[in-house]
C-alpha cells in the first residue's frame, strides 16, 4: 500500500521538495558529457531533467505568489542536483532488486493527478508550464513507484514509534499543539496577470463584477463558483477548506480574516487575479488534545524515523557509487 508521507519525495507533479538530504558529491571530470550535469554510476542526469526540476519549484513559488531571488538560486539548484542524484541511486537500487511498475499501476496515479484540474486542457497546460509532458510525467510516476516500493521494502519496513515515544513529544513540546484562528473559506477566481496590460485587466474587472451583481441578486456562491471560476478549487465550488494565517497570499488572508461568517468580501486583488471569498466558518485558537494529536505525532515520528534510515542508506550507497558533477 502507498503510504502519503513518502509521495512528496518520489511523485513529482508540481514541485520538488524544499527537504533535501544534504551530502557532498564527488568533484567533476573536466570532459563533461553534452547535456549533461550529472552522471551516476555511468548513467546520465540531463541538463533537461534539472531544468524540469528548476521549472517545478519555480511554478511553486509562483503559486504561492512568490519567485525565487537571486540570492537562493544557487542554494536551490545545489538541493536540486542533490535530489536528482539521490532519486537515481534510489531507482537503481531498485531496479537491482528486480522491483517493476505495472502500466495500470501508473495511468491510475496520472487518473487521480487529472482529477485535480478542472478539465484535460488545464492539466496539459500545467504540465507544458512546468516544460514537461504526460510522457515524461509517467516515467516520473514510474520510477517514483519503484523507488518507494524499494524504500518500503527494503529500508524502513521495521520503523516503529511507540506509545511512549508519542507521549512524550506532546508533554515536550506544547507550543507546537496551540491552534491558530483559522477560516473555511470558498472564492472565486478571474484570472489575470500582474503585469497584463490595462485592456485584459479592464476584461477581468468587469467579469468580477457580473458575479458579484449575481450575488447580490440571490445567486449560490458554490454554483456561480463552479460556473465562472477560474481556479482549480471551482471543482468543489470555490471550497479552500480550512487554513490560518500565512498560508494564503497576504491580500487574500488579510481579506478572509476580517470577514464573518456567510459574508463575502468585495473585489480582491492578488497576483493570481480578482477574488470575491465567502468565509463559511471561523475556529478561534485552541489547544489541540492529546487524543486528537496522537496519530499525527505517530505519523510525525515515523515520518523522521523513516527519513533517518533513508538519509543512512543513501550515504552509504553514494560511498559505493560512482557520481560525478558538471
Not at 456561480?224 to 480550512?242: I, M
Not at 489547544?287 to 505519523?299: F, L
Amino acid at each position: 500500500m502507498q503510504k502519503k508521507w513518502f509521495r512528496w519525495f518520489f511523485i513529482l507533479l508540481t514541485t520538488v521538495s524544499l527537504v533535501y538530504i544534504a551530502m557532498p558529491i564527488f568533484a567533476a571530470e573536466k570532459k563533461i558529457p553534452d547535456g549533461s550535469v550529472a552522471t551516476v554510476n555511468g548513467v546520465t542526469i540531463t541538463q533537461d531533467d534539472f531544468d524540469e526540476e528548476m521549472a517545478r519549484i519555480r511554478n511553486q513559488f509562483a503559486r504561492s505568489g512568490r519567485s525565487l531571488s537571486e540570492s537562493q538560486l544557487p542554494d536551490i539548484k545545489n538541493r536540486v542536483l542533490e535530489t536528482l542524484i539521490n532519486r537515481e541511486l534510489l531507482y537503481q537500487e531498485s531496479q537491482n532488486k528486480g522491483i517493476k511498475v505495472e502500466d495500470a499501476e501508473v495511468n491510475e496515479q496520472v487518473d487521480i493527478l487529472k482529477k485535480r484540474f478542472p478539465n484535460e486542457d488545464e492539466f496539459k497546460a500545467a504540465l507544458l508550464k512546468m516544460k514537461t509532458s504526460e510522457a515524461e510525467l509517467k516515467s516520473q510516476i514510474r520510477k517514483g513507484m519503484a523507488i518507494q516500493q524499494f524504500v518500503d521494502t527494503d529500508l524502513v519496513q521495521d520503523v516503529k514509534v511507540s506509545q511512549k515515544e508519542v507521549e512524550d513529544f506532546y508533554k515536550n513540546n506544547p507550543d507546537m499543539f496551540k491552534q491558530s484562528e483559522q477560516v473555511k473559506a470558498s472564492h472565486i477566481l478571474i484570472k489575470v496577470d500582474t503585469q497584463a496590460d490595462k485592456s485584459a485587466k479592464d476584461q477581468a474587472n468587469k467579469k468580477i463584477k457580473e458575479i458579484q451583481k449575481k450575488l447580490e441578486d440571490g445567486g449560490d456562491f458554490a454554483a456561480l463558483a463552479k460556473e465562472y471560476s477560474e481556479g482549480p478549487s471551482k471543482v468543489n465550488g470555490g471550497d479552500l477548506g480550512y487554513f490560518e494565517r500565512g498560508r494564503m497570499v497576504k491580500p487574500f488572508e488579510d481579506a478572509a480574516f476580517k470577514l464573518k461568517p456567510n459574508e463575502v468580501s468585495g473585489m480582491v486583488e492578488t497576483p493570481f487575479g480578482y477574488h470575491l471569498i465567502k468565509v463559511v466558518d471561523k475556529k478561534p485558537e485552541s489547544v489541540v488534545s492529546y487524543e486528537n494529536a496522537k496519530e499525527r505525532i505517530s505519523q510525525y515520528l515515523e515520518r523522521d524515523k523513516k527519513e533517518e534510515v533513508l538519509k543512512r542508506n543513501l550515504e552509504d550507497m553514494r560511498q559505493k557509487a560512482v557520481i560525478k558533477t558538471f
